[in-house]
């Protein structure tokens, strides 16, 4: 019987055994097979994806889509929805006044159709001094001002109240040394983007002083011009060469430079000997800390700014614009940007220029809202170290940014076939949701494609605003897709306190620029003599609100050429009224154009310098909005040219003549001579040329009776002329 039990216990004891190994395989073959599930999702590339189902180069094309497939089905995500019908983004009011024009207002404030307009979205922040005290009490005194010494550091941050206590400091110095606190006190900046332009725009507005920004491509004639014009006393530098520049023709009214950074003996002793006193910013700030002047807050109504013109017709003119005009312009982008509006928890990038009215809207609604602005070192090669360092979330950019980070995609796929063929499914992929309404970061696109474009703009951008010149659909829809992130696209002007449209969330459709702001109301004006009529919707756009400008200062005529008796300011841009209800600019009234890196264009100033030339007889200048550098026709001199091609030893016709590229080369190197001597910017400069042996005439209908150019007509009968030269120079 013992026998017996202790067999049947090793029975059980086997039993036992055999089970728990079957259910150990078990467990383990389902651990397998939920690791295979799951494998792919944790993959990081594409590569590590094709290593695992075996794949290799070959079969990129065939498993590309299918991942995209699989990944889209497994994230699944939900579009955003538009805040009104994008097929009608505005609304339409008879004009009461002046006739039969329709006048078109933004569909985010209900009063806009009773004639009202956004001044201010929060009662404790209408003007620029109290936005910003708002921004330290809705951030919790959270960072305010970022920079760093070098690319190897990190940023450090100034809090709001560690700015305000400084800004306050500065602006009693500034009284301290002679500055009459009040609105006929102007104050001059040269520096670029740093935490101490901001410092010093906040000190002013503590005691109702006046900004006048000045930047290095208005040249030393324009600085003085301004700086005798505005009447300034004091003029905030930020280093010797900037210092240099200003004492090189410095007027009489100029009696201090405040500077950022040490400067030479050699400077200081120059300064002194033109009865100039330099001072240093540290200096002033202590002084200030120390006499406590107390404040004198700006209302509304007071001028904040003069923001000077570059000045392409003539002298620049000087922009003047209230506080009031700022609040509202950045309070109905703001609100206009609906879901995605800006946050005390979002940090911007500073490099585009403070002293134009973009960027300074820009960070000044970022202070109202609470948020962080870092500053890039200064080098815009370099800009994406910045991006990197700094991770903002919210960015201005220009064309001529998008335009180079374009380029550069396109460079690097040109020569692989792979690559090229995975970019046009990842865009095409990208467009598609879009389309839809899904804007997002997290495809399996964005990680095997466009992560290193998003990386370099630092990783985290959810919202970005494009503005300054118009920007190419191609280039637009790409940056969309590739950034991940929300992108609108505005038009305004300096006397409209930047921003005048802007596009909406969910309308992900190129080639316009948006419907009116809450701060403004728009229509378009006959302009007979270009054939642009309102009733076709098209016509001069014409602007009226609590953003447009007070008037040029000291110069009423001037005025009055762009502001008529019932408020309307006249743009001299050509729009068109899209079925949608948004606007689309595609023209100017007066000879004035645009390149895609912002630089304002007068052809007729250049075609004046280039007739000089002994070899040309008749001269068309032309540039695109979205082209960076101008190009020209030229009808050479037909006496002076066969008799260079005689003395040379040339011989054939005229027309046979203009085709060589000598008499090219001979007619382009005397025009850009003309030009330098002339004082044209290297931008100002023809970068080809293309000779016609015809002259321009009335009878061939290229000339007005009066012998003007007609420049549309001009511009359609050398189309192929142009697009050739700019396809050369692409």
């Known amino acids: 019987m013992p026998c017996l039990s202790s067999a049947k216990r090793c029975l059980k004891n086997k039993t036992k055994e055999i089970k728990q190994r079957k259910k150990g395989k078990e467990n383990e073959l389902q651990e397998k097979k939920r690791k295979s599930k799951n494998r792919w999702k944790n993959l990081e590339n594409m590569d590590q994806y094709l290593q695992y189902i075996g794949g290799g180069a070959g079969a990129l094309a065939l498993t590309g889509v299918a991942a995209a497939s699989a990944f889209y089905l497994a994230s699944r995500p939900s579009p955003q929805r538009p805040l009104f019908p994008l097929d009608a983004q505005c609304i339409l009011e008879p004009e009461e006044h002046g006739g039969p024009d329709v006048i078109r207002v933004s569909r985010f404030y209900k009063d806009a159709k009773e004639g009202k307009f956004v001044s201010y979205l929060h009662p404790d922040a209408r003007t620029?001094?109290?936005?910003?005290?708002?921004?330290?009490?809705?951030?919790?005194?959270?960072?305010?001002?970022?920079?760093?010494?070098?690319?190897?550091?990190?940023?450090?941050?100034?809090?709001?109240?560690?700015?305000?206590?400084?800004?306050?400091?500065?602006?009693?110095?500034?009284?301290?040394?002679?500055?009459?606190?009040?609105?006929?006190?102007?104050?001059?900046?040269?520096?670029?983007?740093?935490?101490?332009?901001?410092?010093?725009?906040?000190?002013?507005?503590?005691y109702s002083m006046v900004i006048v920004p000045l930047y290095d491509t208005l040249g030393a004639d324009a600085c003085a011009y301004i700086t005798k014009h505005a009447e300034i006393q004091v003029i905030l530098v930020e280093d010797d060469a900037k210092c240099n520049s200003l004492l090189e023709k410095s007027p009489r009214c100029l009696k201090k430079l405040i500077v950022f950074k040490d400067i030479r003996p050699a400077t200081r002793q120059r300064a002194k000997n033109m009865g100039i006193e330099i001072l240093k910013l540290h200096d002033v700030e202590v002084l200030g800390s120390k006499s406590n002047n107390p404040e004198v807050p700006p209302k509304p109504s007071d001028l904040c700014t003069i923001c000077y013109t570059s000045g392409t017709t003539g002298q620049p003119k000087g922009v003047m614009l209230t506080h009031e005009n700022v609040v509202a312009s950045m309070s109905a982008v703001v609100l206009q940007f609906g879901d995605h509006r800006l946050r005390s928890d979002d940090v911007m990038l500073s490099f585009l220029p403070l002293a134009h009215m973009m960027e300074r809207c820009c960070e000044s609604a970022m202070y109202m809202q609470g948020?962080?602005?870092g500053f890039y070192l200064g080098d815009v090669r370099r800009l994406s170290d910045d991006m990197k360092a700094l991770k903002p979330t919210v960015t201005p950019a220009v064309p001529r940014l998008l335009n180079r980070i374009y380029d550069k995609v396109q460079s690097d796929i040109s020569n692989n076939c792979v690559k090229k063929m995975l970019f046009n499914m990842a865009i095409s992929s990208k467009e598609s949701e879009l389309k839809r309404g899904i804007v997002r970061k997290n495809s399996i696109w964005d990680m095997i494609v466009f992560r290193k474009v998003q990386e370099g703009m630092g990783g985290r951008l959810r919202l970005m605003l494009v503005g300054s010149a118009p920007l190419a659909e191609s280039v637009l829809t790409f940056v969309r897709c590739a950034m991940g992130c929300v992108v609108v696209e505005g038009y305004g002007q300096t006397e409209c306190c930047a921003p005048v449209t802007l596009t909406i969330q969910g309308d992900h459709v190129p080639g316009h620029v948006g419907p009116p702001l809450a701060c403004c109301c728009i229509k378009l004006c006959d302009v007979p003599e270009m054939e642009y009529w309102s009733k076709n919707n098209q016509g001069e756009v014409c602007v009226k609100g609590t953003n447009v400008f007070q008037g040029y200062f000291k110069d009423p005529d001037k005025t009055q050429e762009v502001v008529d008796d019932l408020g309307w300011h006249h743009t001299g841009d050509i729009g068109m009224w899209m079925p949608n209800g948004t606007l689309k600019i595609i023209d100017r009234r007066k000879h004035i154009f645009k390149l895609s890196q912002g630089e304002y264009i007068v052809p007729e100033k250049i075609e004046n310098i280039y007739i000089r030339s002994q070899y040309i007889a008749q001269v068309f200048v032309h540039g695109e909005?979205?082209?960076?550098?101008?190009?020209?026709?030229?009808?050479?001199?037909?006496?002076?040219?066969?008799?260079?091609?005689?003395?040379?030893?040339?011989?054939?016709?005229?027309?046979?003549?203009?085709?060589?590229?000598?008499?090219?080369?001979?007619?382009?190197?005397?025009?850009?001579?003309?030009?330098?001597?002339?004082?044209?910017?290297?931008?100002?400069?023809v970068k080809d040329i293309y000779l016609h042996p015809d002259l321009f005439s009335v009878q061939n209908g290229l000339l007005t009776p009066t012998l003007k150019s007609k420049r549309p007509q001009l511009k359609t009968y050398f189309k192929p002329q142009l697009d050739d030269m700019y396809t050369r120079l692409t």
Not at 151 to 173: C, D, F, I, M, V
Not at 629 to 645: E, M
Not at 652 to 675: H, P, R, W
């Open 128 to 206: 620029l001094y109290e936005s910003f005290r708002r921004g330290s009490k809705v951030s919790n005194n959270g960072p305010c001002l970022g920079w760093r010494e070098s690319y190897s550091k990190p940023y450090q941050w100034l809090t709001y109240n560690e700015a305000l206590l400084r800004a306050r400091n500065l602006g009693s110095g500034l009284v301290e040394v002679g500055l009459k606190p009040g609105t006929g006190t102007m104050i001059g900046i040269y520096a670029i983007n740093c935490p101490e332009w901001i410092l010093i725009e906040q000190a002013a507005y503590c």
């Open 625 to 685: 909005s979205l082209k960076s550098c101008i190009v020209a026709v030229v009808v050479p001199d037909v006496d002076v040219i066969k008799c260079w091609a005689q003395e040379n030893g040339i011989t054939g016709t005229f027309s046979t003549l203009c085709n060589y590229s000598e008499v090219k080369q001979l007619i382009m190197d005397d025009m850009l001579a003309k030009g330098r001597e002339g004082g044209l910017k290297s931008f100002e400069q």
């Open 371 to 373: 948020g962080a602005v």
